[in-house]
């Protein structure tokens, strides 16, 4: 009797979603804009905006728009911004990651002149810099050509003491080399810079889904593929090896990547963990979305606000975001 008492028509559910109001007053998860981080590239070899063709909407930057850029994200309240750079020279070993006159040093320099206020951070990896596009170090095994693990973690220390020397608030090491988290705390301990927060690509899958951003930051791997040190997309439970292992090594914050492909990653590593978790969107995402809505199949801004809150639903507390400063308009608005 009690059972047939609390349904319907007692219980009516919709009587919560009558009104924008009422669905705003039980909305269970909201994005901020200080939620958003915007991923940017610095091409030192330009000195005007290159339109990146897979990603509509996306430019490379020349150095010199960086305080500009800083000062409209600043303005317009996003999180942060992330900073990937493009050098003029490439070689085997990525040689130039570790100039300190590189386009990332000197961007982070010139942001954070323009605006105190605003979190940088940097990727630290070496793929933009090698020629072959792998994410470090080349050597020969009975495999074949591979990357170094130990060798290539060496210029990633290096990059990441010189990335907080330019003022970067924080180091986002990308590459998915073993043991690169503790020996990037190590050295950024050694140097002084102790508050220097390391957000860890921890979870990084050999995602189909990166291809525009290979074309964003010119590391198309010349040769076979990442799969041999980004994860396996089959594999969840080794997702929360990878977390916990840069977890113990040091890191401040955890990432996944990619972000919509791997809700119940993200949701996961989120039950497992209670350092902040943030996601990625990927390119590939980015320009789904985009070519979507040119074609006239989704409401551009509805869908692109969906999609970043089911990425804050599964469990995401910061979103990695190309569209970043839209969403925010949006959600300011």
């Not at 998860?29 to 610095?42: K, M, V």
């Amino acid at each position: 009797m009690m059972r047939a008492m609390l349904g319907f028509p007692h219980v009516r559910l919709r009587r919560l979603r009558a009104t924008p109001a009422l669905r705003a007053l039980v909305r269970e998860t909201t994005l901020s804009p200080s939620q958003l981080i915007l991923p940017l590239f610095f091409n030192e070899a330009i000195d005007a905006p290159r339109p990146i063709e897979s990603m509509p909407g996306v430019s490379q930057l020349p150095v010199s728009m960086a305080a500009e850029v800083a000062r409209q994200a600043s303005k317009r309240g996003i999180g942060g911004v992330i900073l990937f750079g493009l050098p003029k020279t490439k070689d085997a070993k990525g040689s130039s990651a570790c100039d300190p006159n590189g386009p990332v040093c000197r961007a982070v320099a010139s942001m954070k002149e323009a605006t105190a206020d605003l979190i940088v951070m940097t990727d630290v990896c070496v793929d933009e810099y090698t020629d072959h596009g792998h994410c470090g170090v080349l050597h020969q095994t009975r495999r074949g050509l591979e990357v170094d693990n130990d060798a290539t973690v060496n210029i990633l220390s290096q990059m990441a003491v010189l990335h907080a020397r330019a003022g970067a608030d924080i180091i986002a090491p990308s590459d998915m080399m073993d043991g690169r988290v503790g020996a990037i705390r190590t050295a950024l301990d050694g140097e002084g810079f102790t508050q220097t927060i390391i957000m860890s690509y921890a979870v990084k899958y050999a995602s189909s889904f990166y291809g525009p951003f290979r074309e964003a930051a010119d590391c198309a791997p010349q040769f076979g593929d990442r799969a041999g040190y980004q994860m396996d997309p089959a594999n969840a439970r080794e997702a929360l090896r990878e977390a916990a292992l840069d977890e113990n090594e040091g890191a401040d914050i955890l990432m996944v990547k990619p972000a919509l492909s791997y809700l119940d990653v993200i949701a996961k590593v989120r039950a497992s963990s209670a350092l902040p978790l943030a996601a990625y969107s990927v390119s590939g995402e980015y320009a789904m979305l985009e070519a979507a809505a040119r074609a006239g199949m989704i409401v551009r801004e509805r869908a692109i606000l969906e999609v970043l809150t089911s990425i804050k639903r599964a469990g995401a507390d910061m979103i990695l975001t190309y569209h970043a400063i839209e969403a925010a308009e949006w959600l300011n608005a």
